[in-house]
C-alpha cells in the first residue's frame, strides 16, 4: 500500500521560459536606437531565470531574459556596451529618475 513510503523529490521546476530570438532581438534594437545604453546583469531567482537590463543615458530601461551571466557579457561585449552585475553595482539613479517622470507624468510617454 505505502501510506508511508516517501515521495521522491522532483528536480527543481522553473516556471519561467528559457531567453529566445525575441529577447535578444529586443535588447539588439533597444542599443541601436538610445544613446549610453548600459547592461546590468540580474540574478537567477526561484522565478525568473537570469535577465539583462539595459538603461540608456536618459534613465529609459528595459529587461529581458538571457542565457546565464556569460550570455550577458557575450551579448554586451557584441554590442560594445558596458556591463555590470547589479548585485554589486545596484542601478543608476538615472534609472529611478526616470521611473518618477513617468510615474509623475504618465501621458508624456
Known amino acids: 500500500m505505502g501510506l508511508f513510503r516517501r515521495r521522491k523529490k522532483a528536480g ?26 548600459e547592461a546590468f546583469i540580474e540574478p537567477r531567482t526561484t522565478v525568473t531565470e537570469t ?23 557575450r551579448f554586451a561585449y557584441r554590442a560594445g556596451i558596458p556591463v555590470y552585475d547589479v548585485r554589486l553595482v545596484g542601478y543608476p539613479q538615472r534609472m529611478r529618475d526616470y521611473n518618477e517622470r513617468r510615474k509623475r507624468r504618465p501621458e508624456l510617454f
Open 12 to 37: 527543481a521546476v522553473s516556471l519561467d521560459r528559457a531567453a529566445d530570438r525575441a529577447d535578444l532581438d529586443h535588447l539588439e534594437t533597444f542599443v541601436r536606437t538610445r544613446r549610453g545604453v
Open 51 to 73: 535577465t539583462v537590463m539595459l538603461i540608456a543615458d536618459d534613465g529609459e530601461w528595459t529587461r529581458r531574459r538571457i542565457d546565464g551571466p556569460d550570455g550577458a557579457r
